[in-house]
């Protein structure tokens, strides 16, 4: 594939990615923020939101879900996404709350804090959640199966939960060496039991998700 089509490529799929906040920019909405997180899965770790309003013009070509993008890509796009957005906020709950009140509820109290945090620059007026839906915000909202790849600032909103969480698991890799949580992230890797074998669960560990090892 030449460099040509590549770009004509990316420019159709992000013309595809606006199409669901044009239509609803069509029905009088104007802030219209997506939300998604990343850590659901992790056996370690925060589960991470980000919530992102993006403004209608906004052409930064190569954004998709994140678990679609090389690392070196989602970092590039990180600041990109950062610097053109109208507004954008990170919510984090961390292992404790999610093993209190379940993954489920600590993922939307992430993402209640993330919208929170990026309503504080730009009132929202509709939210666009990737596969949940959050009835104590009592704003107009809907939940979008696979939004990640579907809807533009979900994407954008996936990128910069992502590289948040990546990050915070590297700085945790150097505080607890030895369950290869720079490379794994928290997920249940072959290195990753290992390390629990040896050592045993860490601090940051999800108790809840390892029920079988207490």
């Not at 089509?5 to 669901?20: D, S, V």
């Not at 404790?96 to 929202?124: F, S, W």
Request: charged share 35%; aromatic share 6%.
């Amino acid at each position: 594939m030449t460099k040509e089509e590549r770009l004509a490529r990316q420019r159709e799929r992000l013309e595809e990615l606006k199409k669901p906040e044009k239509e609803l920019r069509e029905k009088g909405f104007k802030t219209i923020a997506g939300v998604d997180e990343a850590g659901r899965g992790p056996l370690a770790g925060p589960v991470v939101a980000a919530a992102v309003v993006l403004p209608e013009d906004f052409n930064v070509l190569g954004i998709d879900d994140s678990k679609k993008l090389s690392e070196k890509r989602r970092e590039e796009l990180f600041d990109k996404i950062r610097e053109g957005a109208v507004t954008w906020g990170i919510g984090i709950a961390d292992h404790k709350t999610i093993d209190e009140i379940n993954i489920l509820q600590a993922t939307k109290l992430a993402m209640r804090r993330a919208l929170e945090e990026a309503g504080r620059k730009a009132e929202i007026d509709y939210i666009i959640f990737d596969a949940v839906e959050i009835d104590e915000i009592k704003k107009p909202q809907q939940s979008v199966i696979k939004g990640d790849s579907r809807v533009l600032a979900i994407a954008a909103a996936s990128i910069l939960a992502k590289v948040t969480r990546d990050r915070m698991m590297k700085e945790m890799a150097l505080r607890y060496p030895g369950y290869s949580f720079e490379k794994n992230k928290g997920y249940g890797t072959k290195a990753h039991y290992e390390g629990i074998e040896k050592y045993g669960m860490c601090p940051i560990h999800r108790r809840s998700f390892l029920k079988n090892l207490t």
